[in-house]
Antibody, heavy 120, light 107 residues
Framework: QVQLQESGPGLVKPSETLSLSCTVS????????WSWIRQPPGKGLEWIGH???????NYNPSLKSRVTISLDTSKNQFSLKLSSVTAADTAVYHC??????????????WGRGTLVTVSS | DIQMTQSPSSLSASVGDRVTITCQAS??????LNWYLQKPGKAPKLLIY???NLETGVPSRFSGSGSGTNFTFTISSLQPEDIATYYC?????????FGQGTKLEIK
């Protein structure tokens, strides 16, 4: 059974870089898309971006200038870096698998999410 | 970006009721439409993919329909465990976008 688990600091200072990792257990990261999705407290879901197992990335244009998603197949992990954070970046950050196969292009597996607060 | 508009934003219904949520896309997304539920403090869970296909293990009281820009999600007989917020999401184009959510409560 494939599981995803986010890890990283829960508190980041304004103007600094938010860094999170997602560890994939019970399965290989060498297929599908691997995504980051965030949810500000009490609000809806915002797709941040994804990385294909080949290393190709796509980002939300609203965040593109500040986002980097990378993959470490040796550790079965993928990571998110978001630079120059402000209070508006305070959110629960989820990692998720975007299943990519005939008839499927959906987020079928999610991590529980980790709350990141931006505050001095 | 493709805008996804859900209605209603909140809904109160009784156990056993038929519940319907609509989702409208700002442009044609073919059948690339998925539905999720999210309970407080939990990750979203995929219920329906490609408009009308039930994810493995999802009860048959959940269903979806539609095409192009207009989509519908239905619970045929509301159960207490269905209390959650429901989201539609399009996978036709980047960036992936979600509806704003429909919060479902028991009357």
């Amino acid at each position: 059974q494939v599981q995803l688990q986010e890890s990283g600091p829960g508190l980041v200072k304004p103007s600094e870089t938010l860094s999170l990792s997602c560890t994939v257990s019970g399965g290989s990261i060498s297929r599908d898309f691997w995504s980051w999705i965030r949810q500000p407290p009490g609000k809806g879901l915002e797709w941040i971006g994804h990385i294909y197992y080949s290393g190709n990335t796509n980002y939300n244009p609203s965040l593109k200038s500040r986002v980097t998603i990378s993959l470490d197949t040796s550790k079965n992990q993928f990571s998110l870096k978001l630079s120059s954070v402000t209070a508006a970046d305070t959110a629960v950050y989820h990692c998720a698998r975007e299943r990519y196969s005939p008839g499927h292009l959906d987020f079928d597996l999610w991590g529980r999410g980790t709350l990141v607060t931006v505050s001095s | 970006d493709i805008q996804m508009t859900q209605s209603p934003s909140s809904l109160s219904a009784s156990v056993g009721d038929r519940v319907t949520i609509t989702c409208q896309a700002s442009q044609d997304i073919s059948n690339y439409l998925n539905w999720y539920l999210q309970k407080p403090g939990k990750a979203p869970k995929l219920l329906i993919y490609d408009v009308s296909n039930l994810e493995t293990g999802v009860p048959s009281r959940f269903s979806g329909s539609g095409s192009g820009t207009n989509f519908t999600f239905t619970i045929s007989s509301l159960q207490p465990e269905d209390i959650a917020t429901y989201y539609c999401q399009q996978s036709d184009n980047l960036p992936r976008t979600f509806g704003q959510g429909t919060k479902l409560e028991i009357k």
